[in-house]
């Protein structure tokens, strides 16, 4: 047994080291554009992030951008995702050991999970979805190891850990009765429940209780740049929706402006089912072929039969989260919560072949087999893989913001669409390249309402596609500079 467990440690250390070297090979080293870049701007400033805030992220992000002082804030916040998205490898991996998968299977199976597409391209790019998500695998293994072992410190971790993760990233939040059932596999004592209770409690308080006394604060200290300048729009990235109030607070954390409630609803929709059950039989086609998916159904139905309730539960942790963004028209990259997807389908794969061979041959080929599954993960980590994830960078890269700084004049007001304002408030706010530049997130029709002399005073530009000129009735616009597909223009009275 002690040979076994030192196996263990090794293979998930090489789990943890062959995931970070692939993700950090195909890290994003600049800035990005849109939900990017705002998650490469607002911990580094001890912002407000878009709905529905991120406190947790926020945090951690600001802890871990002050507290590693090498390469760009950028950067070091993409490393955070890199690192994160390897310890969901590894945390899936130990879960899969504590189902009895055989470890060079469970550490074959975890690289092969982490080398999907979808898992790789968003592991080298700033997100609180990716730290979410490895926080919620990692409560997931917690939680199947309290099944079996029964120590109270190992359900408290268990609970702490899911506390942090919706902390992090509120959408976890819909796989509580996945971990609720498998919580329920075995009773705890009378002294077991109080605590992990009192400590998911305490973690998820403190985190969002983060957002009202930051709002606040924002504006007591006048810190809120476009509130100062008289546009009555609280900023996107220092005080976004101003949480100090509770019907502002309410309005941020559930999505409700962006209609994140009601994708509940749509969710039962048969037409959301049949949705969601195409893209991921597609992703998985794409990704394993039309073989993979039918041994993968397969899988499924034996382990949700063989495991019960586990199984059920792992199940029930991994499908709502991307069925609900699926349901949910505001969310412009399901991709990113596919991975929960796909950890349903890895873990049945893994541990039904390990039954299959067990049950049959009686022999220990399950290594053998697992040997074969590593010729075929490194056969399938081609470059094929990398060329998508280096067009995804050039996609969502801000080289185009970047080259236009220069042709922004101190103290100007930009207006952007979200897309660009995220990296120029990075480029504003955290790295101070236009000194007293304000960004204001918002469409050219704000111009129409904004305080009289306000132009007379300081310069106002608008960034945004490089299309036709931006129309007003009340402004008229000089194309200032163009650059990477993007356009500046000056505005000016039309009068």
């Known amino acids: 047994m002690p040979a076994r467990r030192g196996l263990q440690r090794w293979l998930l250390v090489a789990v943890f080291a062959c995931s970070a070297a692939l993700y950090a090979a195909t890290i994003d080293r600049g800035l ?17 992030a878009y709905p529905p805030g991120f406190p947790g992220y926020t945090l951690l992000g600001w802890l871990w951008s002050h507290g590693l002082p090498v390469g760009s804030v950028a950067l070091r916040l993409n490393v955070l995702s890199v690192v994160a998205a390897a310890a969901t490898n590894v945390s899936f991996a130990a879960l899969l050991l504590e189902l009895d998968v055989a470890p060079l299977a469970a550490a074959v199976a975890a690289l092969l999970f982490g080398t999907t597409y979808q898992s790789w391209t968003h592991a080298g790019a700033a997100s609180a979805h990716e730290v979410g998500t490895a926080l919620l695998v990692a409560s997931l293994f917690f939680a199947v190891r309290w099944v079996r072992s029964g120590h109270g410190y190992v359900l408290t971790s268990a609970a702490t850990l899911y506390a942090l993760s919706i902390a992090t990233d509120s959408s976890t939040v819909l796989a509580l009765p996945g971990l609720a059932l498998i919580f329920s596999c075995r009773a705890p004592t009378k002294s077991e429940r109080w605590l992990p209770a009192l400590c998911a409690c305490i973690v998820i308080a403190g985190a969002y209780a983060y957002l009202p006394l930051r709002s606040g604060y924002v504006a007591t200290h006048g810190l809120d740049p476009t509130r100062a300048l008289g546009l009555n729009e609280p900023d996107q990235f220092f005080d976004h929706h101003h949480p100090a109030t509770l019907h502002n607070f309410v309005l941020l954390t559930t999505g409700a402006a962006s209609g994140a409630p009601s994708a509940f609803r749509a969710m039962l929709s048969p037409h959301a089912i049949l949705r969601t059950w195409n893209d991921f039989t597609s992703l998985v086609t794409e990704e394993l072929g039309p073989l993979a998916l039918v041994m993968g159904v397969v899988a499924v139905v034996v382990f949700l039969v063989r495991r019960g309730r586990i199984a059920v539960g792992i199940a029930l942790v991994s499908a709502p989260c991307a069925w609900y963004m699926t349901s949910w028209g505001a969310e412009s990259d399901v991709g990113r919560y596919v991975p929960r997807e796909l950890l349903l389908l890895f873990t049945a794969l893994a541990w039904s072949s390990t039954w299959v061979v067990s049950s049959t041959l009686r022999v220990r080929a399950i290594w053998g087999g697992a040997l074969v599954l590593l010729v075929v993960w490194i056969a399938a980590v081609d470059t094929s893989h990398v060329s998508r994830i280096a067009q995804d960078r050039s ?101």
């Open 32 to 48: 990005d554009l849109g939900d990017y870049g705002d998650f490469q701007t607002v911990p580094y400033i001890l912002g407000i």
């Open 395 to 495: 996609t969502r890269s801000a080289m185009g913001v970047a080259a236009v700084l220069s042709s922004i004049p101190r103290d100007a007001i930009v207006l952007a669409p979200f897309t660009y304002a995220a990296p120029l408030a990075y480029a504003f706010y955290v790295e101070h390249r236009v000194p007293g530049a304000v960004v204001v997130c918002c469409e050219v029709g704000l111009l129409e309402h904004a305080p009289a002399g306000l132009l007379r005073r300081r310069p106002m530009l608008f960034l945004d596609r490089d299309t036709a000129a931006p129309r007003s009735s009340a402004f008229v616009f000089e194309r200032r500079r163009t650059a990477s597909g993007v356009a500046l223009w000056t505005a000016r009275p039309s009068g």
